[in-house]
């Protein structure tokens, strides 16, 4: 395995001067290969405070590991930015600060991308960029996407009677990333929350009527062919990018990590929210989100928090969307024309609001495991869906037990 050297990058300053007399020194741990997207507002934010910024690039799931041996030994970041789903056992561990914001510093986020980054009612991270599942279709076999999933069901049915070889929508209902969207329409969950909104780990709703009902209604797909069999288990989703770019396959449900390698296909396609389900609800899906969150070691936490405030203000996070293309957070960018008038911008926009944070603490582990295989073993036919999705979650609770008693 190739291992990625932190690339460092010098940010100038807005003059010679005042990197000379700068009062203070900040030191940022950035996404590789995305600190142009940040340059111009680190420049402005060290005018304005006087103050040395020096940036550091490494892949962002490393940075919060890292910052377990370097913050104790006094050479880590004061600001970095890590994954929402890393969130609970970094608070839990003491690794970074809880922040200061106030109701107005946080208006402009939607609402999912900060409860990404709360916990026990406690903001602790300034959303950074948010990416989730939408339908990727070619307009060449498909000129108009479907408004609902029944419908695409309708068409998957004579699209492969016509060809067996053919396919409408196809997707990877046979595991929870993929299928969350479905089943939380129909009112399943992963984790309840209390009454601090905090998740409560007793209460896993992966197997209540809503559930049943949902993977029931996707069994369908495979039940009649119109998914193939091949997209079952591990290798499903480089079959699904087969058949999309082979166009055998009209639509597929996927992530933003797909967009630019159908791009090189030269496939003339489309992008657009995930579609309603048969009950009129529009599907969910779990949103990813990194965030920007400061040390517990900085050695000015109040200095780096204006840093993240700062430098995700909208007129920054434009910039950044267009350096980068990433989708930021901000209600204020997504309803700008340059997400807008982005067809694919626009959609992961767009869901991105309806989606709902992968849950962030330690427990989560134990669910994809037990869920996926009952996921498996119900659209497959080789189980009743009830009896597997009620198997699964009397296993993640076993499983949640032993891992709880091992603290």
């Given at each position: 395995?190739?291992?990625?050297?932190?690339?460092?990058?010098?940010?100038?300053?807005?003059?010679?001067?005042?990197?000379?007399?700068?009062?203070?020194?900040?030191?940022?741990?950035?996404?590789?290969?995305?600190?142009?997207?940040?340059?111009?507002?680190?420049?402005?934010?060290?005018?304005?405070?006087?103050?040395?910024?020096?940036?550091?690039?490494?892949?962002?799931?490393?940075?919060?590991?890292?910052?377990?041996?370097?913050?104790?030994a006094g050479i880590g970041p004061d600001v970095l930015l890590i994954a929402g789903d890393q969130l609970g056992a970094a608070v839990v561990q003491g690794l970074i600060a809880p922040l200061k914001a106030t109701p107005e510093q946080v208006a402009d986020y939607t609402?999912?991308?900060?409860?990404?980054?709360?916990?026990?009612?406690?903001?602790?991270?300034?959303?950074?960029?948010?990416?989730?599942?939408?339908?990727?279709?070619?307009?060449?076999?498909?000129?108009?996407?479907?408004?609902?999933?029944?419908?695409?069901?309708?068409?998957?049915?004579?699209?492969?009677?016509?060809?067996?070889?053919?396919?409408?929508?196809?997707?990877?209902?046979?595991?929870?990333?993929?299928?969350?969207?479905?089943?939380?329409?129909?009112?399943?969950?992963?984790?309840?929350?209390?009454?601090?909104?905090?998740?409560?780990?007793?209460?896993?709703?992966?197997?209540?009527?809503?559930?049943?009902?949902?993977?029931?209604?996707?069994?369908?797909?495979?039940?009649?062919?119109?998914?193939?069999?091949?997209?079952?288990?591990?290798?499903?989703?480089?079959?699904?990018?087969?058949?999309?770019?082979?166009?055998?396959?009209?639509?597929?449900?996927?992530?933003?990590?797909?967009?630019?390698?159908?791009?090189?296909?030269?496939?003339?396609?489309?992008?657009?929210?995930?579609?309603?389900?048969?009950?009129?609800?529009?599907?969910?899906?779990?949103?990813?989100?990194?965030?920007?969150?400061?040390?517990?070691?900085?050695?000015?936490?109040?200095?780096?928090?204006?840093?993240?405030?700062?430098?995700?203000?909208?007129?920054?996070?434009?910039?950044?969307?267009?350096?980068?293309?990433?989708?930021?957070?901000?209600?204020?960018?997504?309803?700008?024309?340059?997400?807008?008038?982005?067809?694919?911008?626009?959609?992961?926009?767009?869901?991105?609001?309806?989606?709902?944070?992968?849950?962030?603490?330690?427990?989560?582990?134990?669910?994809?495991?037990?869920?996926?295989?009952?996921?498996?073993?119900?659209?497959?036919?080789?189980?009743?869906?009830?009896?597997?999705?009620?198997?699964?979650?009397?296993?993640?609770?076993?499983?949640?037990?032993?891992?709880?008693?091992?603290?």
């Amino acid at each position: 395995m190739k291992v990625l050297r932190p690339l460092f990058v010098a940010v100038a300053l807005a003059s010679a001067s005042a990197s000379a007399f700068a009062a203070t020194e900040l030191n940022v741990w950035e996404d590789i290969q995305k600190s142009r997207g940040i340059t111009e507002a680190v420049a402005a934010f060290e005018q304005q405070y006087d103050c040395k910024v020096n940036i550091q690039e490494m892949p962002y799931i490393q940075q919060i590991e890292k910052l377990r041996l370097d913050g104790p030994a006094g050479i880590g970041p004061d600001v970095l930015l890590i994954a929402g789903d890393q969130l609970g056992a970094a608070v839990v561990q003491g690794l970074i600060a809880p922040l200061k914001a106030t109701p107005e510093q946080v208006a402009d986020y939607t609402e999912s991308s900060l409860t990404a980054f709360t916990t026990d009612g406690q903001l602790y991270g300034y959303p950074k960029v948010v990416e989730t599942l939408v339908m990727f279709y070619n307009k060449d076999l498909l000129p108009q996407p479907f408004d609902n999933i029944e419908d695409y069901y309708k068409f998957s049915q004579e699209r492969h009677n016509a060809d067996k070889g053919n396919f409408g929508l196809i997707a990877k209902f046979d595991q929870i990333y993929y299928a969350f969207g479905a089943v939380a329409a129909y009112g399943g969950y992963i984790f309840g929350r209390d009454a601090n909104g905090n998740f409560n780990v007793e209460d896993i709703g992966l197997s209540n009527d809503g559930a049943v009902e949902c993977v029931s209604y996707l069994k369908k797909f495979y039940e009649e062919g119109l998914f193939p069999a091949g997209i079952l288990g591990e290798n499903g989703l480089n079959a699904i990018d087969s058949l999309f770019n082979e166009k055998k396959a009209a639509a597929v449900v996927n992530g933003p990590w797909a967009y630019e390698p159908y791009q090189r296909v030269g496939i003339n396609f489309g992008v657009t929210p995930l579609p309603k389900m048969p009950n009129g609800k529009e599907m969910s899906s779990l949103l990813g989100v990194k965030g920007y969150v400061v040390s517990s070691w900085a050695q000015d936490q109040d200095l780096a928090e204006k840093f993240i405030q700062f430098i995700n203000q909208p007129e920054w996070a434009k910039k950044r969307f267009e350096a980068t293309a990433e989708i930021p957070a901000s209600k204020t960018v997504m309803n700008d024309p340059v997400i807008k008038d982005n067809e694919f911008a626009n959609a992961v926009a767009v869901q991105s609001t309806r989606a709902q944070p992968m849950p962030s603490i330690p427990e989560m582990s134990e669910v994809w495991g037990p869920i996926d295989s009952a996921l498996q073993l119900s659209v497959s036919g080789k189980q009743d869906p009830k009896e597997a999705l009620t198997g699964a979650t009397d296993q993640i609770h076993n499983q949640i037990e032993a891992f709880r008693s091992g603290f």
